[in-house]
């Protein structure tokens, strides 16, 4: 069983940064992949990054790669995701998802995983 709970969310005007944490209880966090989902107003929910258990693997959707870094660090069981250069379309709920995996296993999709936060809502403004 794993809790997460994510925070650092708010609201930063455009070209500002934020930096999202997300805590994981309970002790599969060093087994598994770890990603970071959003869903914007009246849009689905999509990928945003992804890093494997090790942390030696990361992906990113093509509308963030070079903004957005993630990372982790498992001695705290905790994900990050640092956002840069925030546009108004990154106007989302951000959610952190996890799922036990093997090492250099990366899913990308709503569906692996089995392990979700509530979602800290960020808004840029323009």
């Known amino acids: 069983q794993v809790q997460l709970v994510e925070s650092g969310g708010g609201l930063v005007q455009a070209g500002g940064s934020l930096r999202l944490s997300c805590a994981a209880s309970g002790r599969i966090f060093r087994t598994a992949a770890v990603a970071w989902f959003r869903q914007g107003p009246g849009k689905e929910r999509e990928f945003v990054s992804a890093?494997?258990?090790?942390?030696?693997?990361?992906d990113y959707a093509d509308s963030v790669k070079g903004r957005f870094t993630i990372s982790r660090d498992n001695a705290k069981s905790t994900l990050y995701l640092q956002m840069n250069s925030l546009k108004p379309e990154d106007t989302a709920v951000y959610y952190c998802?996890?799922?036990?995996?093997?090492?250099?296993?990366?899913?990308?999709?709503?569906?692996?995983?089995?392990?979700w936060g509530q979602g800290t809502q960020v808004t840029v403004s323009s």
């Open positions: 890093i494997s258990r090790g942390g030696g693997r990361t």
């Open positions: 998802a996890a799922k036990q995996a093997s090492l250099g296993v990366l899913p990308t999709t709503i569906r692996s995983y089995n392990y």
